[in-house]
């Protein structure tokens, strides 16, 4: 029960933190596919947190839903850039508790370390979709994936 109690706080957080970032932003509030140019350190420490604590859950949901906070987080502020997210990408990556969380993990660690080879933020946001948070692995994968083959047999 104190483990469920500490996941909704949590996620209370993160939610929270990006809602009250997008409603002090005049030109994020209504349109989510605006790229954020610039993030304060207060928020910059807020999100790093949250998504560090919701990444070291024990519940694999909250990790995955996590992992896609963090994405989400680094299409709205490109500039984003931390290494303790990165850091626990990869020991996810490395040690997770299944394939799927270990592969999306890999994915975001992909974006975070090289976010020019795919497409630009503002397209990105435009395919993110909470109620369906695989699609944007899906188009990372597909984007790995095609690279990877393209390399290969070039």
Do not use: C, W
């Amino acid at each position: 029960m104190k483990a469920l109690k500490i996941v909704t706080t949590a996620a209370i957080f993160l939610v929270s933190a990006f809602i009250n970032v997008e409603a002090a932003n005049p030109a994020t509030a209504s349109d989510s596919t605006v790229v954020a140019k610039t993030m304060s350190d207060e928020t910059f420490n807020r999100f790093e947190e949250g998504l560090l604590f919701g990444m070291s859950s024990d519940v694999t949901g909250v990790i995955e839903s996590s992992i896609f906070n963090a994405i989400h987080v680094k299409l709205a502020y490109p500039k984003f850039a931390s290494e303790a997210i990165e850091t626990e990408l990869s020991r996810i990556a490395k040690d997770g508790a299944g394939h799927s969380l270990r592969y999306k993990a890999y994915l975001a660690l992909n974006y975070y370390r090289n976010p020019s080879d795919f497409d630009s933020p503002e397209v990105l946001l435009s395919l993110v979709d909470n109620s369906y948070q695989n699609g944007i692995f899906f188009y990372f994968q597909e984007v790995i994936q095609s690279d990877q083959f393209t390399s290969k047999y070039n």
